[in-house]
Structures are given as C-alpha cells and as structure tokens.
C-alpha cells in the first residue's frame, strides 16, 4: 500500500512539473512567434492608485528567440530606446537592461489571440530638506501594458 502511495505521489509531482514547464514554453513561444514584436496600443499610467494618463501606440517591445529584448517608449517628444535580455516564467516576464538594472513585467492576460497585457511597478523616493522625519516622499508607480502583436 505505502509503494502505492509512494507511486501517486511522484506520479502528481512529475505531471506538475510538466505542467508548469509546458505553460512556460507555450508563453515564450507566443513571445517570439514571427518578428516578436509587440505593439504598445495603450499605456497607462498611475502612482499610489491615482490616475497619471494614458498614452496610445506608445511604442513597441520586441522579443527575440535568443533572448534578447528592445523596449521602445514614445512618450512625446521622447522616444527612449532599452534593450536587454529576457527570461519567462508561467506568469512573468523578468528584463535584464544593458545598463543592469531589472524589470518584472507581471502578465495578466496572456498572449491569446494577438493581444497580451503587462504591467510593471516601481517605487521612487524623493527627499527634501537635510534628513529627519517627513524628509522624504516614497512613490510606487504602475505601467500598464495593452500589446497586440505586429503583423
């Protein structure tokens, strides 16, 4: 009875790990799938949960089969350029910049049908006067991504 037990055990932990390993490469697949590039039809922005805006075909991420990414932000009268390497799980996608620092872009609707949604969050503080309470002012920024592949 125990080797039974045993059995099913290794059995229901072999098919997660399968599981999870298939939805991983279904995502990276769709990620690079033609020239891997993804349009940003919509961004929008918020800090500490209040409304900033929203800015339309804001640029472009591209990503390539050797892990390599371009992020291309068109924010009037700016276009900044990043690029770097990527790496995916089932439910992020984590960029390494050239310049070392990282992003995780959380996915919240996979890439069915030629559309995927991120979003990142990143934290800013500000100081003001020469230290001690009240000096500083921490702000969590929030970037929504709506992407639909190029064509």
Known sequence: MK????????????TSVLTACSKEQKIENKLVRGSGKW?????N??????????????????????KTIVKILNFWPK??????TWINDEDKITVTWSDGKTTVFYITRDPKKDKMTLY???????????????????????YDYYLERAH
């Not at 922005?45 to 050797?66: P, R, T, V």
């Not at 276009?79 to 770097?84: D, P, R, W």
């Open 3 to 14: 080797s039974v037990i045993k059995l099913l055990f290794l059995f229901v932990v072999f």
């Open 39 to 43: 349009n940003i039809r919509k961004l």
């Open 45 to 66: 922005k918020s800090s500490n949960s209040n409304y900033i805006g929203e800015y339309l075909d804001a640029g472009s991420f591209e990503f390539h089969k050797d």
């Open 79 to 84: 276009t900044t350029t990043e690029t770097g």
């Open 120 to 142: 990142e969050t990143y934290t800013v503080t500000t100081f003001t006067g020469w230290g001690g309470p009240g000096s500083h002012t921490t702000t969590k920024y929030v």
